[in-house]
């Protein structure tokens, strides 16, 4: 009997584990505030509402706001490239995030008058633990990978937050180094 119940014991835990590596979209609280830091760059994103599959907020760095909108809680644009971008990707087909699920996409950009064409795949590698100066979160690692690149966008979307901890990209300045952006700070909204 006793080994019964360890059992079952056992089978609950297990469920539970497995349940808790899945997370469906939703935007942050309206109000709610992320502030983030990447060596000198300082960044306070407040969660202002949500449109469809994006998140919208309010984002100051450098003494300069503006307008983000993150698709699916994952790519943040400010610009009508970055609205194409994002809008060409089906990250729709990752949600509920759960390690293995992937998206390859061909996606089309206009710059400068001139189209160009990428290849993209997303794919939720890990749920694992991610500690930043805010704390340590369980958090999806989405990493996302250009084709013919070496470059990976990795972002670190932590469920409970129902935002990302951390990201790493590449710094499009200087393609030698990478960007490391890492949650110092959480601001629940006040309700």
């Not at 400010?78 to 994002?86: C, I, K, L, R, T």
Request: some cysteine; glycine content about 8%; overall charge positive.
């Amino acid at each position: 009997m006793k080994s019964l119940i360890g059992v079952a014991m056992l089978s609950m835990a297990l469920a539970t584990e497995a349940a808790a590596q899945t997370a469906d979209f939703k935007c942050p609280a309206v109000g709610t505030q992320f502030s983030y830091k990447a060596g000198d760059i300082e960044r306070v994103s407040t969660a202002t509402g949500q449109d469809g599959n994006v998140c919208l907020f309010s984002s100051t760095s450098a003494g300069k706001t503006e307008a983000l909108r993150v698709h699916w809680g994952l790519i943040g644009s400010v610009d009508p490239q970055g609205e194409a971008f994002a809008g060409g990707l089906d990250m729709k087909s990752l949600w509920p995030l759960k390690v293995g699920n992937k998206i390859t996409n061909a996606v089309t950009v206009r710059r400068d008058g001139k189209s160009y064409t990428s290849t993209v795949t997303m794919t939720v590698a890990a749920y694992e633990k991610v500690t930043v100066p805010a704390g340590t979160f369980d958090a999806f690692r989405v990493e996302e990978v250009k084709q013919g690149t070496t470059a990976r966008n990795i972002h670190w979307w932590a469920p409970v937050l129902a935002n990302s901890a951390k990201e790493r990209f590449p710094d499009w300045h200087d393609l030698t180094k990478v960007v490391v952006l890492e949650l110092t700070a959480v601001k629940s909204s006040a309700k």
